[in-house]
């Protein structure tokens, strides 16, 4: 079992698409396993995105996440990270499968409506990042047997 961090981004909340990006993940099979409404800081979005720091763009994509409010999700599932990762779709909206959230969802690469964890390394971080210890449940999936069978 792995945990990931998605965070639907003010794109999402804007354009109305949070219970649509949700239920994607819960239509899935993904167990939620945390979720809260926040406004995002400069402070939180340099660790977030400190990759990027030296990118033209950073100050703008700074700007982007802090137009609203994001929800911030927390989801398990079997290899997790990796599932999440293909449901967003590559970061450009426009190039994105049709069938991916962004894919379906967005023409543009900054306003590509979530944030999803690229690796177990880094979903761990991301997490423990945006939610304390007590904000992430541990509850039995009842229908997990018919969701995985015998996977
Ligand atoms: N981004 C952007 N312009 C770029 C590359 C990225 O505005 O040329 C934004 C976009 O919103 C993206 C985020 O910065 O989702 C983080 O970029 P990353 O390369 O980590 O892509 P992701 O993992 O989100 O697909």
Do not use: C, W
């Amino acid at each position: 079992m792995q945990k990931t961090l998605v965070i639907l981004k003010p794109s999402a909340i804007q354009r109305g698409l949070v219970g649509e990006v949700i239920s994607r993940f819960e239509k899935k099979g993904l167990q939620l396993i945390g979720m809260k409404m926040i406004y995002l800081t400069d402070e939180i979005l340099e660790e977030h995105y400190a990759h990027l720091k030296d990118k033209p763009f950073f100050q703008r994509i700074k700007e982007s996440m802090k137009v609203s409010p994001v929800i911030v999700l927390a989801l398990k599932g079997v290899d997790a990270v990796e599932v999440v990762r293909k449901m967003a779709g590559i970061t450009n909206g426009r190039e994105a499968q049709p069938g991916t959230i962004r894919g379906d969802y967005s023409m543009s690469v900054q306003e590509n409506i979530v944030h999803a964890s690229d690796s177990p390394e880094t979903a761990q971080t991301e997490l423990e990042r945006f939610f304390s210890t007590t904000e992430l449940f541990n509850y039995p999936q009842l229908m997990h047997p018919n969701i995985y069978a015998n996977d």
